[in-house]
């Protein structure tokens, strides 16, 4: 069965850049069949989407984070990434990776695989 | 302040029926899927309804979902201690360019 799991420092200081790695094991991201996303959520908070990325590196954002956000995707690796520059203490989340299915009109459907999440605080 | 609206919590006691509800408007779900997702404590989200009123295999028939307008519900049947869990409607949005939204969460308890 697939599996994600994110990786990256637990701690970033302010101003800098989040950098986050979801692998993806149990089937291949360059299937084409699903949409790769970002989802963050802050302690004791709602969920947040940030984005997602395709396998042929296409990506869409969420407009209020647009300005600061990158995924990429590494299929060789079988991976996607996140980094989020000028990070402040609002940054401080959970964050995790989802699969996220597509619809017949191409929009992202249901995350129906998610990481276990991965916590990353901004503090100097 | 979330873009799709829930109530923070609902309880029941064992057995009952609950709804939650989850409130929007037109450029979400009022012309757009819904999902709604369990997350346990501690533990990452998972996807209990997509598409509205479909179950992914696995999610036991007593979680069952429905849309009318621009409002959405969960409703759990049979409810069992297991089931306390924070649950959270979402949908897209087609407003600014397009983007997922999510509901605050309620907290559901069971008595």
């Known amino acids: 069965q697939v599996q994600l799991q994110e990786s990256g420092p637990g701690l970033v200081k302010p101003s800098q850049t989040l950098s986050l790695t979801c692998t993806v094991s149990?089937?291949?991201?360059?299937?084409?069949?699903?949409?790769w996303s970002w989802i963050r959520q802050p302690p004791g908070k709602g969920l947040e989407w940030i984005g997602y990325?395709?396998?042929?590196?296409?990506?869409y954002y969420n407009p209020s984070l647009k300005s600061r956000v990158t995924i990429s995707v590494d299929t060789s690796k079988n991976q996607f990434s996140l980094k989020l520059s000028s990070v402040t203490a609002a940054d401080t989340a959970v964050y995790y990776c989802?699969?996220?299915?597509?619809?017949?009109?191409?929009?992202?459907?249901?995350?129906?695989?998610w990481g276990q999440g991965t916590m990353v605080t901004v503090s100097s | 302040q979330s873009v799709l609206t829930q109530p923070p919590s609902a309880s029941g006691t064992p057995g009952q029926r609950v709804t939650i509800s989850c409130s929007g408007s037109s450029s979400n779900i009022g012309s757009n899927y819904v999902y709604w997702y369990q997350q346990l404590p501690g533990t990452a989200p998972k996807l209990l309804i997509y598409?509205?009123?479909q179950r992914p295999s696995g999610v036991p028939d007593r979680f069952s979902g429905s849309k009318s307008g621009t409002s959405a519900s969960l409703a759990i049947s049979g409810l069992r201690s297991e089931d306390e869990a924070d649950y959270y409607c979402a949908a897209w949005d087609d407003s600014l360019s397009g983007r997922v939204v999510f509901g605050g969460g309620t907290k559901l308890t069971v008595l």
């Open positions: 598409r509205n009123n």
């Open positions: 149990g089937g291949s991201i360059s299937s084409g069949d699903y949409y």
């Open positions: 990325i395709y396998y042929s590196g296409s990506t």
């Open positions: 989802a699969r996220t299915m597509i619809t017949f009109g191409g929009v992202g459907d249901a995350f129906d695989i």
